[in-house]
């Protein structure tokens, strides 16, 4: 398997009690799979992305990423791993100010040690982001940003994908254009992903779906 949450718990602090946010949530996501997580606003969606990828620690249970229990790894071996394995598109798309488009997107790549030109150029044609190369984040409207921050995503041939709402910002056809080229990584390199979205048609699209709701999964 290559994604496995076993009850996962996470609560957060608020004020002087504590808020639970995931209680027992459990799931397995295979490589070549795609899912749909489903939610209200504040279910803690991107909680659990956040856990999936190993930024964030779970209160208590498991995360195993190709049999790796993510929460029995120090912070850099975690980070390591990763790096190499693990693409998280934000709803913030954390973009570097001071890249130009074509460094950000080169960038995770590089550090996953996983550079293919040939591969970045079919991406950024899909995206239609061959214009926008050479230009700074700031210049660039939240729409194409979004769609940077996949093709980075993207880019680096992660064997998980997470993404967290990641075509809010986009217009239906370049939403749908989005949806194929993460479905293109899904089915040319076996990658799994696992993607937050409110759009039915887009959970639609996914192997299987995942609502959750008052800290469980159903
Ligand atoms: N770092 C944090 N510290 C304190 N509370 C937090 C933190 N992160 C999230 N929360 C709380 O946890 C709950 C779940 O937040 P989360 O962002 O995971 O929800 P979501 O389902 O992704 O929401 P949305 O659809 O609005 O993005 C919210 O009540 C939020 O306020």
């Known amino acids: 398997m290559l ?4 009850d996962v718990h996470k609560s957060f602090r608020d004020s002087e009690t504590r808020v639970p946010v995931l209680q027992g949530v459990s799931f397995t996501l295979a490589a070549g799979q795609t899912l749909a997580l489903t939610g ?6 991107s909680t659990l992305l956040h856990i999936a990828s190993g930024l964030e620690q779970p209160d208590q249970g498991r995360v195993l990423l190709s049999g790796t229990d993510l929460t029995r790894l120090n912070d850099r071996a975690r980070a390591s791993l990763r790096r190499s394995e693990i693409a998280l598109v934000f709803q913030q798309f954390n973009l570097i100010p001071s890249l130009t488009v074509a460094a950000n997107i080169g960038f995770q790549a590089r550090l996953a040690g996983r550079a293919d030109q ?9 995206l239609g982001l061959s214009d926008q190369m050479t230009k700074y984040p700031e210049a660039l409207s939240g729409g194409q940003q979004q769609r940077v921050a996949i093709a980075r995503a993207l880019a680096a041939k992660p064997k ?3 993404a967290d709402e990641p075509t809010g910002n986009l217009d239906e ?14 089915a040319a390199t076996g990658a799994a ?5 409110h759009s039915r048609l887009i959970a639609g699209r996914m192997d299987r779906q995942l609502h959750l709701s008052r800290g469980r999964l159903t």
């Open 118 to 126: 040939d591969h970045i150029g079919r991406i950024v044609t899909a």
């Open 3 to 6: 994604l496995e949450l076993d």
């Open 173 to 186: 056809g370049t939403a749908e254009g989005v949806l194929d080229q993460m479905m293109h990584l899904v």
């Open 40 to 45: 209200e606003s504040g279910s803690g969606k």
């Open 160 to 162: 998980l994908l997470l």
């Open 193 to 197: 992903l696992l993607i937050v979205t």
